[in-house]
């Protein structure tokens, strides 16, 4: 392997280089600078994920398919609700509604929503302030071990309402569930129409997630309104990641 590859790779590789020291060998190497600064900007445009380690991930419960509630009452009393008590969500509500939203329902890794040729474009988030035997934190809900994987510490829900044009209501709920997409896992089998059937996906994600919320007695608001930019940031997404939905829940 040559001298630059291995250098290139160490730095890659979270922890194992510093910045300082990866341009201190590049200049013993005869790199050139902008062959260094090129590299640097595209590691800062597009962070690499930390491995995930057992203290990271949160094993959610198993979710249930029945409730005192019929589909069709759920449907009549879906609204927006932005007005939230402050309480605390459980574990077991967090679950409830991850699975509705992106849940695995068959073998086959089908789920609770439709994709276009079972693409499934869409990966989701959670923004935790204040749920039960749950640390805050930014987590992705990762399938199909029905698991949440903890990337970011902290509460970032007052961030994430700065970005939402300063809506209160993000603030102010237990969780915000963050829907984003990876187009390129649709628009390469369907072309420029898979842009719609990503973005219809995610609206058949949205009303799970409301009817859910229903059935639990909680309360949800759809929110397309953000600054793009600003949530990839407070999120840590990848370049090729899309934020399309931010959805607070809590109690009402």
Same mark, same amino acid.
Do not use: C
């Given at each position: 392997m040559k001298g630059e590859e291995f250098l290139f790779i160490n730095f890659l590789k979270k922890g194992t280089i510093s910045r300082k020291e990866f341009i201190r060998r590049a200049?013993?190497?005869?790199?050139? /600078?902008?062959?260094?600064?090129?590299? /640097?900007a595209a590691c800062a445009k597009e962070p690499t994920p930390r491995p995930v380690t057992p203290e990271m991930e949160a094993?959610?419960?198993e979710p249930r398919h029945d409730s005192g509630i019929s589909i069709e009452e759920t449907l009549l009393k879906r609204r927006s609700v932005r007005d939230y008590t402050g309480e605390p969500?459980?574990?077991?509500?967090?679950?409830?509604? /991850?699975?509705?939203?992106?849940?695995?329902?068959?073998?086959?890794?089908?789920?609770?929503?439709?994709?276009a040729g079972a693409t499934y474009p869409l990966?989701?988030?959670?923004?935790?302030?204040?749920?039960e035997n749950l640390a805050e934190g930014v987590y992705r809900y990762h399938l199909p071990k029905h698991e949440l994987v903890k990337v970011l510490d902290g509460d970032?829900?007052?961030?994430?309402?700065?970005?939402?044009?300063g809506q209160n209501w993000v603030r102010e709920g237990a969780i915000n569930i963050v829907f984003t997409a990876i187009y390129e896992r649709t628009t390469r089998r369907y072309g420029d129409r898979g842009i719609r059937y !990503?973005?219809?996906?995610?609206?058949?994600?949205?009303?799970? !997630?409301h009817l859910?919320? !229903?059935?639990?007695?909680?309360?949800?608001?759809?929110?397309?309104?953000?600054?793009?930019?600003?949530?990839?940031e407070i999120l840590n997404l990848p370049q090729d990641e899309q934020p399309l939905y931010i959805m607070p829940v809590g109690r009402k």
């Open positions: 200049t013993l190497l005869g790199i050139s /600078l902008p062959t260094v600064a090129s590299f /640097l094993k959610l419960l969500l459980t574990l077991q509500e967090v679950s409830q509604l /991850l699975w509705a939203a992106q849940g695995i329902t068959d073998p086959r890794g089908l789920r609770t929503a439709p994709s990966e989701t988030y959670v923004v935790v302030g204040d749920v970032l829900r007052t961030e994430l309402a700065a970005a939402a044009l !990503v973005h219809m996906e995610l609206g058949h994600v949205g009303q799970n !997630v859910q919320a !229903v059935a639990l007695g909680l309360g949800t608001v759809v929110i397309g309104a953000f600054r793009d930019d600003q949530v990839k």
